[in-house]
C-alpha cells in the first residue's frame, strides 16, 4: 500500500489505543506524516466489538489541510480514485473515500480532528449522501448570505425587513408585480 500524497510505503499503525472499553483500531500510516489510512473491515470488525458512543453535540474542530489537495488521490488499497467528503460544513475538515473498497484516507491530522471529535462511531453516517447533501446546503446557504452582507450591507437589513412585510400581505403578487417594474415606465393596467 502506498500513501496517495507522496507514493511512499504504509507502515502498519495504531489508529487508536484501547481505552475505557474501547478497542484499539490498527490501520496504516503515511512515514512522512502524510496521512492515515483506515481499510473498511477493520474499520467494521472494530465497531462491531464495542457499544457505539452516543452521537456528539460538539462541533467538529477545525483542521488545517495538509499537501496538495487538488491533486485526486487514488486508494492505497486498489488505486481507484478516492471521493472527498466534507466533514464539517465550515470547511477545513475532509475525508477521501474509496467507493470501491470502503477504505478511508485521513489527511496530516484529521485522524486526531476525527477522533477527538467522537465522529469514529459516526462515520459511516458522515459519508452518507444525505449528509453531504446537508452539509453541502449548509455551505450554500451561508455563502449566499454572506455574499449579500458583502455587498449590501445595512441595505440588507432594509431589504429583509420590506421582504417579511411584503410576504405577509394580502395582494403581494400586486407588491412585487410593482417592484420590477423600473420608476418612471409607464404603469401596466392591472384588471
Ligand atoms: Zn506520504
Ligand atoms: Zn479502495
Redesign the pocket.
Known sequence: MTCPLCDADLERSTLLDPSDGVPGLRGFRCPRGHGSFLPADLYFAWRERHEPADAPSEPVPSSEEVGDVKRAKL??????I?SRYRVRPEGGFWLDR??????VWFDGDEWDATVEAGLLDRLPTLLTDAWQRQAERAVAAGGTEDRLRDRLGEDLDRVDGFRAWAWQHPQRHLIFSRLRERPGEPEEVLD
Open positions: 486508494c492505497p488499497q486498489d488505486e481507484r478516492m474509496c467507493a470501491t473498497c470502503g477504505g
